[in-house]
């Protein structure tokens, strides 16, 4: 006898959504115990975190800037999983779309900006895109593994940049490593006067929008999950399965460069090295945790993106350190993972021959 694992064929959503509950029950007990041992007040802990991260407009605005591009890189690889095509470049390619907007606006900063953004977002995609699609087209034409070409392409891609900010783009009134600033009309627009939420946002839920109707409304859509059902029975119902994952590959790069423009022009209003702090790693996990649902993706980036505002506050108000700040979430991640795969699997006792 021994622990028999199956894949659920249809996950109940009473069941995925139980699964979510007892993950922020068992993470917060776990939380708790930790900042307890650290000689925090819990109250006092849980309260700055909350505030931190939804408590008042302005916690909240943070909160969705911060989720921004964490929702970009979290649909970016959901697309490609779908496929079962494992991207693990998006943060490679946020740094390319960055670069690419960023050289554009080089040459046509001077446009004005109702004109000069899109063309900007178009950059970004393209950048991303391309850099994306490079993987995708190894993948292809020479079965290299999708997993060590990206991996490898997010260290070309940080040294390039690093490269370009010590060289052409290098501001030569600084000493850090950085461009020289973005003019204010270039800036992306706050779509709240007296924020800093801006037009990224807007641009994150579109992108959002137009990959759950690609996905489960267009032709396209049906390819990418037969090819992750089953790629060998997607090739023999006639799907060209080499050109559909240079194409997931485009899009899956294009979407995780978007994110790369929302932070040079909507946040940082320069490029430097640190544009990206995990977005396109932390998009992996938050991909997975929903389920690959685009609509989903949503909540769960904003929930991430709350615990990293409210995680600041949380060290302010108990002085607990910030090693302490990361083993939270670190808990947190690793509860949700396995809400996961309880979700998705289901495990039983039973023969070793089954």
């Not at 911060?66 to 079962?84: D, E, H, Q």
């Not at 991303?128 to 997993?147: D, H, N, P, T």
């Not at 461009?179 to 924020?195: H, K, Q």
């Amino acid at each position: 006898m021994g622990i028999v694992v199956e894949k659920r064929l249809t996950p109940s959503t009473s069941w995925q959504v139980a699964s979510i509950i007892l993950a922020l029950l068992a993470s917060g007990l776990v939380s708790a115990l930790l900042l307890k041992s650290a000689g925090a007040d819990l109250g006092t802990a849980f309260g700055a975190l909350w505030d931190g991260a939804f408590g008042g407009w302005r916690a909240s605005w943070k909160t969705l800037v911060k989720a921004t591009p964490l929702i970009l890189t979290g649909v970016a690889v959901a697309v490609a999983f779908r496929a079962r095509i494992w991207n693990i470049g998006a943060e490679g390619q946020l740094f390319m779309g960055a670069i690419m907007s960023y050289w554009v606006y080089t040459l046509v900063g001077t446009l004005p900006p109702i004109i000069l953004i899109p063309i900007l977002f178009i950059a970004g995609f393209v950048g991303g895109g391309l850099y994306g699609g490079l993987a995708g087209w190894l993948k292809a034409r020479f079965q290299v593994s999708e997993i060590l070409t990206t991996v490898m392409l997010n260290y070309v891609a940080t040294y390039f940049l690093s490269f370009l900010l010590i060289g052409p783009w290098r501001n030569p009134d600084s000493f850090f490593q950085q461009s020289p600033p973005i003019d204010r009309a270039a800036r992306l627009p706050n779509l709240i006067g007296g924020t800093k939420l801006h037009l990224g946002f807007l641009v994150a839920i579109l992108a959002v929008a137009v990959i759950y109707v690609l996905i489960s409304r267009t032709s396209l859509g049906y390819e990418i999950r037969a090819m992750g059902m089953n790629a060998k029975a997607a090739r023999f119902k006639g799907i060209n399965v080499e050109r559909t994952a240079v194409i997931v590959m485009l899009i899956s790069g294009g979407v995780a460069g978007l994110a790369g423009v929302t932070e040079v022009f909507g946040v940082q209003g320069k490029l430097k090295p640190d544009i990206s702090v995990g977005f396109g790693f932390t998009g992996i996990i938050i991909a997975v945790l929903a389920l690959l649902n685009p609509i989903a993706i949503i909540f769960v980036a904003i929930l991430f993106g709350g615990f990293v505002n409210g995680g600041i506050k949380l060290q302010v108000a108990t002085g607990v350190p910030s090693t302490l700040t990361d083993a939270i979430q670190a808990i947190i991640l690793l509860f949700f993972l396995t809400a996961a795969v309880l979700a998705r699997y289901k495990f039983r006792l039973g023969t070793k021959d089954e």
